[in-house]
Protein backbone atom coordinates (compact mmCIF):
# COMPACT_ATOMS: atom_id res chain seq x y z
CA UNK A 1 0.00 0.00 0.00
CA UNK A 2 1.60 3.45 -0.65
CA UNK A 3 2.70 5.63 1.85
CA UNK A 4 -0.71 8.34 1.17
CA UNK A 5 -3.25 5.49 1.16
CA UNK A 6 -1.58 4.00 4.31
CA UNK A 7 -1.92 7.23 6.23
CA UNK A 8 -5.69 7.11 5.55
CA UNK A 9 -5.77 3.47 7.36
CA UNK A 10 -2.88 3.67 10.12
CA UNK A 11 -0.59 5.40 11.90
CA UNK A 12 2.46 7.08 10.37
CA UNK A 13 5.79 8.34 12.34
CA UNK A 14 7.60 10.76 11.22
CA UNK A 15 10.86 11.00 12.93
CA UNK A 16 14.64 11.90 12.74
CA UNK A 17 17.32 14.61 13.53
CA UNK A 18 16.14 17.91 13.28
CA UNK A 19 18.75 19.27 11.04
CA UNK A 20 21.04 17.49 8.88
CA UNK A 21 24.39 17.60 11.02
CA UNK A 22 26.54 15.17 9.50
CA UNK A 23 26.25 12.24 7.02
CA UNK A 24 27.04 10.04 10.14
CA UNK A 25 24.36 11.11 12.34
CA UNK A 26 21.91 10.49 9.50
CA UNK A 27 23.16 7.31 9.18
CA UNK A 28 23.30 6.71 13.08
CA UNK A 29 19.31 7.48 13.44
CA UNK A 30 18.21 5.80 10.34
CA UNK A 31 19.61 2.51 11.38
CA UNK A 32 18.01 2.29 14.16
CA UNK A 33 14.51 3.55 12.78
CA UNK A 34 15.42 1.13 10.31
CA UNK A 35 15.89 -1.51 12.97
CA UNK A 36 12.68 -0.71 14.85
CA UNK A 37 10.53 -1.24 10.95
CA UNK A 38 11.68 -4.37 10.28
CA UNK A 39 10.96 -4.90 14.64
CA UNK A 40 7.83 -4.10 14.56
CA UNK A 41 6.25 -3.22 11.45
CA UNK A 42 5.79 0.58 12.14
CA UNK A 43 5.23 2.56 9.23
CA UNK A 44 8.20 5.16 9.62
CA UNK A 45 9.12 7.81 7.33
CA UNK A 46 12.69 9.50 8.19
CA UNK A 47 12.94 13.73 8.31
CA UNK A 48 15.57 15.72 8.30
CA UNK A 49 15.94 19.14 7.43
CA UNK A 50 18.82 20.39 4.84
CA UNK A 51 18.94 24.08 5.31
CA UNK A 52 16.82 25.23 9.04
CA UNK A 53 16.07 28.89 7.16
CA UNK A 54 14.04 29.92 10.14
CA UNK A 55 16.67 29.54 13.06
CA UNK A 56 16.77 32.47 15.71
CA UNK A 57 19.89 33.76 15.52
CA UNK A 58 21.97 34.38 12.25
CA UNK A 59 24.87 32.88 14.04
CA UNK A 60 23.19 29.02 14.17
CA UNK A 61 23.85 26.28 12.41
CA UNK A 62 21.70 25.71 9.46
CA UNK A 63 22.70 22.55 7.85
CA UNK A 64 24.86 21.48 4.66
CA UNK A 65 22.07 23.43 2.14
CA UNK A 66 19.98 21.38 -0.09
CA UNK A 67 22.47 20.08 -2.50
CA UNK A 68 24.53 17.67 -0.32
CA UNK A 69 21.34 17.36 1.93
CA UNK A 70 19.59 15.71 -0.92
CA UNK A 71 22.48 13.58 -1.63
CA UNK A 72 22.61 12.26 1.91
CA UNK A 73 18.99 12.19 2.12
CA UNK A 74 18.69 10.14 -1.33
CA UNK A 75 21.62 7.65 0.68
CA UNK A 76 19.68 7.12 3.51
CA UNK A 77 16.95 6.47 0.99
CA UNK A 78 18.97 3.74 -0.81
CA UNK A 79 20.61 2.43 2.01
CA UNK A 80 17.74 1.33 4.27
CA UNK A 81 14.64 1.11 1.89
CA UNK A 82 13.47 3.59 4.20
CA UNK A 83 10.51 6.78 3.20
CA UNK A 84 11.74 10.14 3.51
CA UNK A 85 10.73 13.61 4.39
CA UNK A 86 12.73 17.36 4.37
CA UNK A 87 11.48 20.94 4.29
CA UNK A 88 11.65 23.58 1.82
CA UNK A 89 11.41 27.45 2.39
CA UNK A 90 11.50 28.75 -1.33
CA UNK A 91 9.73 27.82 -3.96
CA UNK A 92 12.61 26.88 -6.28
CA UNK A 93 13.85 24.09 -3.84
CA UNK A 94 10.39 21.83 -4.74
CA UNK A 95 11.50 20.46 -7.83
CA UNK A 96 14.76 18.87 -6.98
CA UNK A 97 13.44 17.89 -3.42
CA UNK A 98 10.37 16.18 -5.21
CA UNK A 99 13.03 14.26 -6.86
CA UNK A 100 14.63 12.40 -3.73
CA UNK A 101 11.59 12.72 -0.98
CA UNK A 102 8.01 10.67 -0.78
CA UNK A 103 6.95 13.67 1.38
CA UNK A 104 7.46 17.54 1.02
CA UNK A 105 7.38 19.37 4.27
CA UNK A 106 6.13 23.15 4.38
CA UNK A 107 7.02 24.99 7.75
CA UNK A 108 4.71 26.86 9.95
CA UNK A 109 5.72 29.89 9.58
CA UNK A 110 5.36 29.52 5.05
CA UNK A 111 2.50 27.57 5.25
CA UNK A 112 0.47 30.90 3.39
CA UNK A 113 3.23 31.12 0.69
CA UNK A 114 1.02 30.27 -1.90
CA UNK A 115 3.78 29.99 -4.58
CA UNK A 116 5.81 27.68 -2.52
CA UNK A 117 2.89 25.39 -1.49
CA UNK A 118 1.83 25.18 -4.96
CA UNK A 119 5.59 24.63 -6.48
CA UNK A 120 5.20 21.22 -3.92
CA UNK A 121 2.05 20.63 -4.78
CA UNK A 122 3.37 20.25 -8.42
CA UNK A 123 5.47 17.46 -7.61
CA UNK A 124 2.42 15.51 -7.17
CA UNK A 125 4.69 13.86 -3.81
CA UNK A 126 1.99 13.97 0.04
CA UNK A 127 2.78 17.92 1.00
CA UNK A 128 2.89 17.70 4.57
CA UNK A 129 1.68 21.59 5.62
CA UNK A 130 2.60 22.54 9.27
CA UNK A 131 -0.48 24.55 10.70
CA UNK A 132 1.13 28.02 11.78
CA UNK A 133 1.11 28.91 15.16
CA UNK A 134 -1.05 31.86 14.32
CA UNK A 135 -3.82 29.79 12.60
CA UNK A 136 -7.28 28.20 13.82
CA UNK A 137 -7.89 24.71 12.40
CA UNK A 138 -10.35 26.11 10.07
CA UNK A 139 -7.70 28.65 8.57
CA UNK A 140 -6.31 25.06 6.79
CA UNK A 141 -8.53 24.86 4.61
CA UNK A 142 -6.83 27.15 2.84
CA UNK A 143 -3.41 26.15 2.27
CA UNK A 144 -4.97 23.28 1.57
CA UNK A 145 -7.40 24.57 -1.10
CA UNK A 146 -3.78 25.58 -3.03
CA UNK A 147 -2.39 22.31 -3.20
CA UNK A 148 -5.78 20.66 -4.66
CA UNK A 149 -5.51 23.15 -7.27
CA UNK A 150 -2.70 21.40 -9.15
CA UNK A 151 -4.36 18.43 -9.09
CA UNK A 152 -2.59 17.06 -6.16
CA UNK A 153 -5.12 15.52 -3.44
CA UNK A 154 -2.22 14.32 -1.45
CA UNK A 155 -2.30 16.49 1.40
CA UNK A 156 -1.20 16.22 5.12
CA UNK A 157 -2.11 18.81 8.11
CA UNK A 158 -0.06 19.11 11.10
CA UNK A 159 -0.88 20.22 14.48
CA UNK A 160 1.99 22.12 16.25
CA UNK A 161 0.52 24.13 18.91
CA UNK A 162 -0.63 28.03 18.83
CA UNK A 163 1.18 30.99 20.42
CA UNK A 164 0.00 31.57 23.99
CA UNK A 165 1.46 34.82 24.93
CA UNK A 166 5.17 35.52 24.67
CA UNK A 167 7.76 32.81 24.39
CA UNK A 168 5.33 29.86 24.55
CA UNK A 169 2.72 26.92 22.77
CA UNK A 170 -0.34 25.54 23.98
CA UNK A 171 -1.43 22.70 22.41
CA UNK A 172 -5.59 22.78 21.73
CA UNK A 173 -6.42 19.07 20.95
CA UNK A 174 -9.39 20.06 19.80
CA UNK A 175 -7.99 20.76 17.11
CA UNK A 176 -7.20 17.72 15.25
CA UNK A 177 -10.48 16.73 14.93
CA UNK A 178 -11.56 19.94 13.54
CA UNK A 179 -8.43 19.46 11.05
CA UNK A 180 -9.56 15.94 10.04
CA UNK A 181 -12.84 17.58 9.44
CA UNK A 182 -11.11 18.99 5.93
CA UNK A 183 -10.36 15.46 4.95
CA UNK A 184 -7.04 14.71 5.14
CA UNK A 185 -5.06 12.48 7.61
CA UNK A 186 -4.16 14.85 10.49
CA UNK A 187 -0.22 14.75 12.10
CA UNK A 188 0.55 15.72 15.53
CA UNK A 189 4.06 17.25 15.92
CA UNK A 190 4.74 15.86 19.40
CA UNK A 191 8.31 17.58 19.63
CA UNK A 192 7.58 21.24 18.43
CA UNK A 193 4.58 21.36 20.19
CA UNK A 194 6.79 21.01 23.26
CA UNK A 195 9.18 24.30 22.60
CA UNK A 196 9.62 27.47 24.21
CA UNK A 197 9.68 29.87 21.57
CA UNK A 198 12.24 32.91 21.98
CA UNK A 199 15.34 33.91 23.72
CA UNK A 200 17.92 33.62 20.89
CA UNK A 201 18.25 29.68 21.76
CA UNK A 202 14.39 27.92 21.52
CA UNK A 203 13.63 26.00 24.78
CA UNK A 204 11.64 22.96 25.00
CA UNK A 205 10.60 20.42 27.55
CA UNK A 206 11.28 17.13 26.04
CA UNK A 207 9.30 15.20 29.27
CA UNK A 208 6.03 16.00 27.65
CA UNK A 209 6.68 14.79 24.56
CA UNK A 210 5.38 11.58 25.22
CA UNK A 211 1.97 12.57 26.77
CA UNK A 212 1.91 15.18 24.01
CA UNK A 213 1.66 11.71 21.70
CA UNK A 214 -0.68 9.78 24.10
CA UNK A 215 -3.13 12.84 23.74
CA UNK A 216 -3.23 13.35 20.48
CA UNK A 217 -3.76 9.54 20.01
CA UNK A 218 -7.02 9.97 22.31
CA UNK A 219 -8.38 12.87 19.83
CA UNK A 220 -7.72 10.50 16.74
CA UNK A 221 -4.36 11.72 15.27
CA UNK A 222 -3.73 9.67 11.70
CA UNK A 223 0.31 10.61 12.30
CA UNK A 224 3.27 11.53 14.69
CA UNK A 225 5.95 13.88 14.10
CA UNK A 226 9.22 13.15 16.25
CA UNK A 227 12.33 14.69 15.97
CA UNK A 228 14.79 12.32 17.55
CA UNK A 229 18.77 12.54 18.16
CA UNK A 230 21.31 10.13 19.79
CA UNK A 231 22.49 12.97 22.19
CA UNK A 232 19.90 15.33 22.12
CA UNK A 233 21.56 18.17 24.42
CA UNK A 234 24.17 18.17 21.68
CA UNK A 235 21.70 18.26 19.06
CA UNK A 236 22.70 21.34 16.89
CA UNK A 237 19.04 22.70 16.46
CA UNK A 238 16.07 22.20 18.90
CA UNK A 239 18.49 20.35 21.22
CA UNK A 240 15.82 21.12 24.60
CA UNK A 241 12.71 19.12 22.75
CA UNK A 242 14.60 16.77 20.59
CA UNK A 243 13.45 13.20 21.88
CA UNK A 244 16.01 10.18 23.17
CA UNK A 245 17.04 8.10 19.97
CA UNK A 246 17.38 5.33 22.46
CA UNK A 247 13.72 5.94 23.83
CA UNK A 248 12.09 6.32 21.15
CA UNK A 249 11.20 2.22 20.42
CA UNK A 250 9.64 2.30 23.93
CA UNK A 251 7.55 5.20 23.71
CA UNK A 252 6.34 4.08 20.43
CA UNK A 253 5.86 0.57 22.13
CA UNK A 254 3.43 2.68 24.57
CA UNK A 255 1.61 4.56 22.11
CA UNK A 256 0.63 1.78 20.02
CA UNK A 257 0.13 -0.82 21.84
CA UNK A 258 -2.04 0.84 24.88
Not at 78 to 97: C, L, M, R
Amino acid sequence: MDLYEHSKRHPVIIAGPCVMESLGLLDEVASVLAHIIRRKGYRIVFKSSFDKANRTSVNSFRGPGIDKGLIWLSDIKSKYGIEVTTDIHESHQAAPTGEVVDVIQIPAFLCRQTDLVVEAAKTGKIVNIKKAQFLTAADMKYPAEKVRSTGNSQIWLTERGNMLGYNNLIVDFRNIPALKQHGYPVVMDCTHAVQQPGGGVTGGNRSLVKPMALAAKAFGADGYFFEVHPNPDKGLSDSANMYNLSEFEDLLDSLFNT
